[in-house]
Nanobody, 124 residues
Framework: QVQLVESGGGSVQAGGSLRLSCVASGFTFGSVCMGWFRQVPGKEREGVVGTDFDGMQIVAGFVKGRFTISQDNAKNTLYLQMNSLEHEDTAMYYC??????????????????WGRGTQVTVFS
């Protein structure tokens, strides 16, 4: 059974940092592309950053160099390091996995599995 379990969310002051984690199980970590998405109630879900684990990444324009995606293959864990957080970054953050490593658009990164999310709240 495939599972993606996010953690690391919380409340942080603007300008602060958080590191989100996504522990994957039920499939071979690194065999499919994975990414982070976020959603605010009443708005559409949007991609944040994704990786195909082969040197290619997709990054949303609003990241502006503040967020970094990384992984620990030994722990089957995907990370999202978020620095210089802004109030507008407040959202539920989700981890997602695609069905292959050939991922070229946001829809490729989210077409197979989803986690339940972790809430990030940035206060001024």
């Amino acid at each position: 059974q495939v599972q993606l379990v996010e953690s690391g969310g919380g409340s942080v002051q603007a300008g602060g940092s958080l590191r989100l984690s996504c522990v994957a199980s039920g499939f071979t970590f690194g065999s499919v592309c994975m990414g982070w998405f976020r959603q605010v109630p009443g708005k559409e879900r949007e991609g944040v950053v994704g990786t195909d684990f082969d040197g290619m990444q997709i990054v949303a324009g609003f990241v502006k160099g503040r967020f970094t995606i990384s992984q620990d293959n030994a722990k089957n864990t995907l990370y999202l390091q978020m620095n210089s957080l802004e109030h507008e970054d407040t959202a539920m953050y989700y981890c997602a996995a695609g069905s292959s490593r050939r991922c070229y658009s946001w829809s490729d990164y989210e077409d197979k599995y989803w986690g339940r999310g972790t809430q990030v709240t940035v206060f001024s």
